[in-house]
């Protein structure tokens, strides 16, 4: 998503408030250094998790062991989203990522995905590429893709709903 259709909703705006640029939205997906996934198991219920996110080329990638829950729940159900934000009520933006998760495998991305995670937090993010995905420490883990459907950005202190879509 790199030039998105931006809108803002009246509806849950303050008046006279201007939509949240892309480039903003777009630098708290870059700098967020803990998103939460919202999946949903087979039965209906949903499941939501804290986990690490890299955006990268317009799309916003995690990681997860293959028996884990979120990993259970994208082989019956492909939808997720994705938020990053602050626990405040009067400033900061939360970001969610609307959009079908999709395995990744093939290594040129992988190794791309792998020199990423390591420049977060403090580098303790170190993956090895691997035909499956990436292996650490504890294990294998696949990486999926999300490309986003919809951005949601809420800007607090000063509120905003603003909507960010790809062009048609």
């Not at 250094?33 to 039965?43: K, M, P």
């Not at 020199?115 to 650490?136: L, M, P, V």
């Amino acid at each position: 998503m790199d030039d998105p259709v931006t809108r803002l909703d009246q509806r849950f705006s303050e008046a006279d408030t201007q939509a949240t640029s892309w480039a903003q939205t777009r630098q708290v997906l870059e700098a967020a250094q803990l998103s939460w996934i919202s999946t949903v198991r087979a039965d209906g219920r949903p499941h939501v998790t804290p986990l690490v996110a890299v955006w990268l080329d317009g799309t916003l990638y995690f990681t997860t062991g293959p028996t884990e829950q979120k990993a259970v729940n994208l082989t019956t159900n492909p939808n997720v989203v994705l938020t990053t934000g602050r626990d405040t009520w009067d400033h900061g933006l939360d970001v969610m990522v609307e959009g079908q998760a999709r395995r990744v495998t093939d290594r040129p991305t992988l190794d791309r995905l792998a020199a990423a995670w390591r420049t977060k937090w403090d580098g303790r993010w170190q993956y090895e590429t691997t035909d499956e995905g990436f292996h650490h420490d504890g294990g294998a883990s696949w990486v999926f893709a999300v490309e986003p459907a919809k951005v949601l950005a809420f800007g607090k202190g000063t509120f905003t709903h603003t909507c960010h879509h790809p062009q048609d």
